[in-house]
Each structure stands twice: as structure tokens, then as C-alpha cells.
């Protein structure tokens, strides 16, 4: 396991972008999503998913050119195509949008489709909150967590992201799929060949599955889901996760017309590789509508305050609030460096050597 | 167990908040609310609730006629105090004016202070898709679930509310508490004598409760404590129970610096009875802002039955989408009558005595 700077990484993956003749201002927001993700602690998106966008892109199935198009608004909303460009683009430009709408008229709600990955769905709202308003993400994704009652992969990990400013050094950020786990975490557990939790995928047959590589193949052929928050039983709320996914699948998709469900799966009927078509939701409200800022940040930060002080369980030396750890996790990694282990390491070897950039020492 | 016509049930709905000197149009919306909850089968928040709402006006706690207040208006966006009125119709008409908003700049929403329990949670989005929107609700509650790492009553039951139409006979609509279950199902299963499920409650100590009585008292005494969604460990998702239970609690206060947490408990300091000052967030958005109502209702129909066309875990017979099981409830119940325990036939018969109420035959 080495450590690399966080400044260095990140402009190894603004190089990396540039390389691949993306535009600059493009790449700089590329390179500022996924470096938030590894500050924040969230392994599963950040550099670890460099190569698959360059993967990607080099394949024709991102564009590299961001072409967005909005085919219809009102005051407070918009629909976007974003015709395939990089997700992360599309991301930013469309929650700017709706920070637009809801900085003149109090709310603002963008629908987008024929996106691609967008990195963390927790960055978005981070936008709005540098705008003094709370902030929504949503998106689907490829087809991996089943329906209560079912062992089909059917709805993406579907994440909520929902983030307000407060009055202390760190918002308020809750960023979780609706599932118990996601994709990217089979993917960390595999780099780091640990099993994954009894508890979180099924085979076809509704049986428990720990084997990270076996999951990963499973959801790509159908046969493993990952379950989805509640479990596999009513009785532990396995509906109210699967009913949250479809939400996030309903907001992501029926507002502009996309794809949904299996036709994310990223294949066409023949088995070959098809575009993924991704959809998004963002929405933005602007606090000052409500009540002054400053107002609504003591009024949350007391609220996260009292969250903490609550009686601990015997055992436990700390309660968190929602975007806290991630707060910490970024003081540390600011000082220690990003963590990157061998597979990892090996990765970014890899694109490396493809586009022929010298400037990021691995030793 | 007796069955009571679903017409005969609401109209003494009526008869007795016009008794309690609740003005006709509001008990109108009284009634509709609890009868909806009872034809969808949330026996916990219908009928079996009423004799709650009779002693909490009687004793003054609820202000038997709405006096609701709009502090701020935007837009798209407004505050509204509703000064301890009777939470059904200050979430009606809030929701309305959200609907409203909606019909002109395509986003509405609507922060609520000082109101009073709202009854089902899902009533506000069915109102949202009767326009043509989607609709969402929020709201606070008294203090009874715990904060991952805590055994301490602090969040209320918190529920989501999202409902959007479809080319079905029935919405979509998704309608549960952020904790794996709620108050109202222990009362239920108060009522009907039997035990809780192993992992909903905790004690003090963190060792799980099953007995209901033992836990409605705990709830009050600061020594029971429902688990968030995802149960009592971060492995299974219990901080994204938590995380979105919080989300709720700060849309239902920190916008319009209402009650909060332990604010809520219905109890000042000295132990004495005080008012509830409940918290509730309401959201419409107009479809046709985003695209036309037939194209999103189809795009969402689509979505559903896909759903439900899912390969089947061995053992089960049929796969649902939220919103179907409380559909096919409504038509059953409106055939053979809603169900009445023994328990809530006395609570029925008290209301009945206590107001001279002559037209409801329980036997």
C-alpha cells in the first residue's frame, strides 16, 4: 500500500482527461469529482474508477465532448439529453442548472437522460451547498439489486444523495444507495480479496453469496442481486428499501423518457455492448426562501448537535452525524495521502503507460 | 372482530369532529384522511387513532379550528404556522398550497410548524397525483427511534411519502417510516396481544424488546428505542435508516425553525403535558413541466410491470410495487367492511358515549 499526494493525483487525473481530448474545463471537473471521492473516503469511485473511464472513453461508449441539450424548461425545471457525454460533465452542468432556477424562482429540478456514470451522487449536493441551498441527486444505474419477492437483478444501487449547509466546518451530507451495499465495494472486497457481508447478495434461488468475484460475475448473467436497505424480508423493511430504489428509479427515468431497469444493463438483446443511458435527477432549493441562512444553520447544526449527544450504546465511544466521517476522513487523507494499494496501483500503471504521462511517481 | 361499512365508518368520522365544534369542511378532510387510511389497510393510523384526536381537542392540545398562518412566501416556496390546529387539515390545505405553486412555476413546497399529527403520511402525494404531480411528505414525530450507535428515543418515526400517477388503475406510492417499523404497528399489536419482531426495539442497553406494552411504555420513559432502517449495525445499512431519518427531521424543522427531536416529546421539562409542535415538508411538482402527463404515466407504468414481471424467489407467488398491496386492500375493504377489534369497538364506543353520538350500530 502507497500514499500519493492528494494535489498530485488530482492533476494526474486532469492529465489524464486532457489525454484523452476532453475539453480542460471538463477535465478539471472530472478531476475534482473523483478526488472528492477518495477525500471522503468513498475507495469505490474515485481514482479506483479511472481506468474504467478511460476504458470507456477510448471504446466510443462515453463521448469524450460534452453535448448537452435541453429539450424543454420551465421557470423551475428542465429535461437534458446528455447524449452520452461523460456523467460527471453532464452532472455538473445540469445541477447548475438547477441551482440556476432555484436561485431566481426557489426551486429548481433538472431530469436528465442518456447520461453515463457520474462519479459520487454526494458531489452535487455539495454544489448547492456552496449556494447557500440544499441539494438533491439522484441517478439509476446498471441493473444489479432485485425487487422484494425476486432474486433478479432489476434496479440499479439507486443512491440518494441529500445535503443542506450548516453553521460548523462541515455540511450535512447523506450520500447511500438504496441498496445495503453497492457495486463498488464487491469491487474494493475483490481488490482487497476480502469476502463480502452474509447478508447483502442472493443467487437466483434467494441463497446468500459472499464471494466477491462470483457476485461480480453473477450480476453481469443474472444470477446474484444485491439486496436491497431491509434485507430480504418484510419484516426488517426489505420493502421500504426496494420501494426507495424504485423512487429513485421513477425520478431518474419517467420525467424525460430514458432508459430504465434492464435497459441499463449496458448489453443489447444480442449480447453486445450497448450504451448505458444513464438517468439523473437533480433538484436545488433555495434556503433564503425559506428563512435567512444563518437561521437554518443553527436550526440544523442544533439538530446534528443534540443527534450526537445522545445516549451511547454500551460499547460505542462516538455517535456520528451524515457526512461526518467523511469530513475527518478528508483531514486525514489531506495529510496522509490518498491510500492506493496494489491492484490499484496497477491500474493506474496501466493508464499510464496508454496515454504516456510521466508525471505521477508510483514508488 | 365486527366489520363496519366503509360510508357508515366515515360519516361517523364527520359526526364527531362536528362535535368537537370542528367546522364542516374540516371535518370533511378529517374523515376522508382517516377512512383512506383504513381502506388502505394502515390500520394504525385510521379509525384506531380517532379516540386520540378526540382526547387531544378535548384536553386542548389541538386547537379545534384551523388558524393556519403563512409566515414567508416565494414562488415556489412557503412557511407556514399552523398554530396547533388539527395536523389533517393544516397538512391539506400546506399540500394544496404547494399544488398550487406548482400549477404556475411547475415546483411547489411548503415547510409547516407547530401543527399536529397528519395521519397517514401518504394522504399529501395522493392529492399531488389527483393534479397530474408528483407529490411528496414529510414530518416529524415524537421522539422513539435511535441514532446508530445511540439506544436513545431521539428521531420520530420520520416517514417518506412519494406518489406519482401511472396508466393503471392505481398510483404509484410509497409511504413508510424511516425506522423498520413504526409506533402505530406496536399499538396494533398492543391491541391484538401478540409480540413484536425480534429486531425492531432496543432497550436502554441495547438488547432487544418484543413485548409491546413493555416498549410503548419504554418509548415514553426514554428506555425502549425503535432501530432506523437497516437495524442496529452499519454491515446491514443502519446509518442509511439513520441518515434518512435525519433528513426528514431537518425537512420537517430546520426550514422554518420548528420543533425538533427530543422538542417533541409532548412533555416541557418539569414532566408536565405540553404541546406536540409537529414539523411537516411538503413537494408537488407539476409533470407536464418535464414532459407530457400520458408519455410520464406510460414511462412509469412500464417501469412498474417490469417490476413485477421479475423472476420470483423459489416460495413466492407475485411481486409488488408500492402503493398495490394498499390498492387491492381498498377493493377488498370496500366489500366486506373495515375490520374492528375488540379493543377499538371500546375505543369507538367511549368516542360514542362521550359525545352522544346515536348513528354507528357496533354490534
Known amino acids: 500500500m502507497i500514499h500519493l499526494p492528494v494535489d498530485e493525483l488530482k492533476q494526474f487525473i486532469e492529465t489524464t482527461f486532457r489525454k484523452l481530448d476532453v475539453p480542460e474545463e471538463e477535465a478539471k471537473i472530472c478531476a475534482d469529482i473523483l478526488i472528492t471521492s477518495d477525500l471522503r473516503g468513498i475507495e469505490s469511485h474515485g481514482i479506483g474508477r479511472l481506468r474504467m473511464y478511460v476504458d470507456r472513453i477510448n471504446s466510443g461508449q462515453i463521448e469524450k465532448k460534452s453535448a448537452l441539450e435541453v429539450v424543454k424548461e420551465s421557470p423551475t425545471t428542465a429535461v437534458i439529453d446528455g447524449h452520452h457525454g461523460i456523467g460527471m460533465v453532464i452532472g455538473y452542468q445540469s445541477m447548475n442548472l438547477a441551482i440556476e432556477k432555484a436561485k431566481k424562482y426557489g426551486m429548481g429540478a433538472v431530469a436528465v437522460r442518456n447520461s453515463t456514470h457520474f462519479g459520487i451522487d454526494g458531489y452535487y449536493p455539495l454544489m448547492a451547498i456552496k449556494n447557500g441551498m440544499i441539494g438533491m ?179 460505542q465511544s462516538r455517535i456520528y452525524t451524515a457526512g461526518e466521517k467523511e469530513f475527518l476522513n478528508e483531514i486525514e487523507v489531506r495529510k496522509t495521502g490518498v491510500p492506493i494499494n496494489e491492484n490499484l496501483r496497477k491500474d493506474i500503471l496501466y493508464v499510464k503507460q496508454l496515454l504516456g504521462i510521466t508525471d505521477l511517481v508510483l514508488d
Not at 449547509?165 to 475483490?190: C, H, M, W, Y
Not at 448489453?267 to 450504451?275: E, F, I, K, P, V
Not at 437533480?282 to 437561521?295: K, P, Q, R
Request: glycine share 10%.
Open 137 to 315: 441527486s439522484f441517478t439509476n444505474a446498471r441493473p444489479s439489486v432485485t425487487p422484494t419477492f425476486s432474486t433478479q437483478p432489476k434496479l440499479g444501487t439507486n443512491p440518494i444523495a441529500f445535503g443542506a449547509p450548516t453553521d460548523e466546518e462541515f455540511p450535512f451530507l447523506f450520500d447511500a444507495a438504496t441498496s445495503i451495499t453497492q457495486r463498488g465495494k464487491i469491487e474494493v472486497l475483490n481488490r482487497e480479496e476480502k469476502p463480502a457481508y452474509d447478508g447483502w447478495v442472493v443467487d437466483s434461488e434467494g441463497k446468500r453469496m459472499t464471494n466477491p468475484q462470483s457476485i461480480l460475475d453473477g450480476l453481469t448473467q443474472d444470477q446474484a442481486a444485491l439486496l436491497p436497505l431491509g434485507g430480504d424480508t418484510e419484516a426488517l423493511g426489505s420493502h421500504k428499501g426496494y420501494g426507495l430504489s424504485t423512487m429513485v428509479e421513477i425520478l431518474s427515468s419517467s420525467l424525460q423518457s430514458g432508459a430504465f431497469l434492464s435497459a441499463l444493463s449496458g448489453l443489447n438483446t444480442d449480447g453486445s455492448s450497448a450504451r448505458f443511458k444513464v438517468g439523473h435527477f437533480f433538484m436545488a432549493m433555495s434556503i433564503e426562501s425559506f428563512l435567512h441562512l444563518e437561521d437554518f444553520k443553527k436550526n440544523i447544526g442544533d439538530l446534528l448537535r443534540e443527534l450526537r449527544a445522545s445516549r451511547k450504546t454500551p460499547g
